[in-house]
């Protein structure tokens, strides 16, 4: 069984909305964060958005007030609710889960460098 399976990314206008979703089926308790990062062509990868356990999110500046992270214990689920998407926010988005010590970067860095990451999603907001 995959760990991580994204879904949900796809083609839309700027000013639209998409949901991606993913199931976490060996990530469950309090041992991990759940995260969405994303990576655009030639670049690391950026963290997005991070929900621990208890339900504290953080974000990433760019998508403060755009973008709501949540999750579903009981399904062993993370969702990320996309609204007002701009082309900048065009890319491949991940599922991630992060030992919950770890600190939150939201500098970009290598993709896979730490955590357990999906295959990922894309992301494309286009005129």
């Known amino acids: 069984e995959v760990p991580l399976v994204e879904s949900g990314g796809g083609s839309v206008q700027p000013g639209g909305s998409l949901t991606l979703s993913c199931t976490a089926s060996?990530?469950?308790?309090?041992?991990?964060?759940m995260a969405w990062y994303r990576q655009t062509p030639g670049k690391e990868c950026e963290l997005v958005s991070r929900i621990k356990s208890d339900g504290q999110a953080y974000y990433r500046d760019s998508v403060k007030g755009r973008f709501a992270i949540s999750q579903d214990n009981a399904k062993n689920a993370v969702f990320l609710q996309m609204n007002s998407l701009k082309p900048e926010d065009t890319g491949a988005y991940y599922c991630?889960?992060?030992?919950?010590?770890?600190?939150?970067?939201?500098?970009?860095?290598?993709?896979?460098?730490?955590?357990?990451w999906g295959q990922g999603t894309q992301v494309t907001v286009s005129s």
């Open positions: 991630v889960a992060l030992p919950w010590h770890l600190t939150v970067v939201f500098l970009p860095h290598p993709c896979r460098a730490v955590g357990h």
């Open positions: 060996n990530f469950t308790g309090d041992d991990f964060d």
